[in-house]
Antibody, heavy 115, light 112 residues
Framework: QIQLVQSGAEMKKPGASVRVSCKGS????????ISWVRQAPGQGLEWIGW????????YYSQKFQGRVTMTTDAFTTTAYMEVRSLRSDDTAVYYC????????WGQGTLVTVSS | DVVMTQSPLSLSVTLGQPASISCRSS???????????LSWFQQRPGQSPRRLIY???HRDSRVPDRFSGSGSGSDFTLKISRVEAEDVGVYYC?????????FGQGTKLEIK
């Protein structure tokens, strides 16, 4: 079955960086984009961006431009998202999902930013 | 950015009764390819979101047929014909027509 398995929870200090991974299985990884969405505690869903399947083009929401980098490794069928210059309001659960249609989601990775 | 506005923001429904959630977009979601990229998601407490409906009215596999989506342009509706206990959670609409894609604020469904 289609699965997206994300890395574990992270605790970071303000100004640090975090990298979240997302391993896809049960489908042809290279045929689909990977999207990233986050959810602050008790809040709604917010798009961060996505990385295309064909040429690894990236599309970032303007809010995250310059602070986020998305990559994929087709050999290990793993996607990565790095967020830099973390602030306390980056505390959230970060989700990866398959494609821009986001039809299957990972279990989420809680990133806590606190001094 | 396209603003997605859901109503109501909370819904209390008796088991077995119908429920309806509205989602309006600040501009038409009809894409140049003729498709309308409006999806609905369910997020049960403590779980990841799950897609229920895509392209307005297409139900995902293993989604019960009591869920249905309708609408066009900038006005969409998710209906649950008979609410069951497992339907408790937050429902989000999402537009995938214009980047950046955007979600509605969410509608919390509880059982009365």
């Amino acid at each position: 079955q289609i699965q997206l398995v994300q890395s574990g929870a992270e605790m970071k200090k303000p100004g640090a960086s975090v990298r979240v991974s997302c391993k896809g299985s049960g489908y042809t990884f290279s045929n689909y984009a990977i999207s990233w969405v986050r959810q602050a505690p008790g809040q709604g869903l917010e798009w961060i961006g996505w990385i295309s399947d064909s040429n690894s083009n990236t599309y970032y929401s303007q809010k995250f431009q310059g602070r986020v980098t998305m990559t994929t490794d087709a050999f290990t069928t793993t996607a990565y998202m790095e967020v830099r210059s973390l602030r306390s309001d980056d505390t959230a659960v970060y989700y990866c999902a398959r494609g821009v249609a986001v039809d299957h989601w990972g279990q989420g990775t809680l990133v806590t930013v606190s001094s | 950015d396209v603003v997605m506005t859901q109503s109501p923001l909370s819904l209390s429904v008796t088991l077995g009764q119908p429920a309806s959630i509205s989602c309006r977009s600040s501009q038409s979601l009809l894409y140049s390819d003729g498709n309308t990229y409006l999806s609905w998601f369910q997020q049960r407490p403590g779980q990841s979101p799950r897609r229920l409906i895509y392209e307005v009215s297409h139900r995902d596999s293993r989604v019960p047929d009591r869920f249905s989506g309708s609408g066009s342009g900038s006005d969409f509706t998710l209906k649950i014909s008979r609410v069951e206990a497992e339907d408790v959670g937050v429902y989000y609409c999402m537009q995938g027509t214009q980047w950046p894609y955007t979600f509605g604020q969410g509608t919390k469904l509880e059982i009365k």
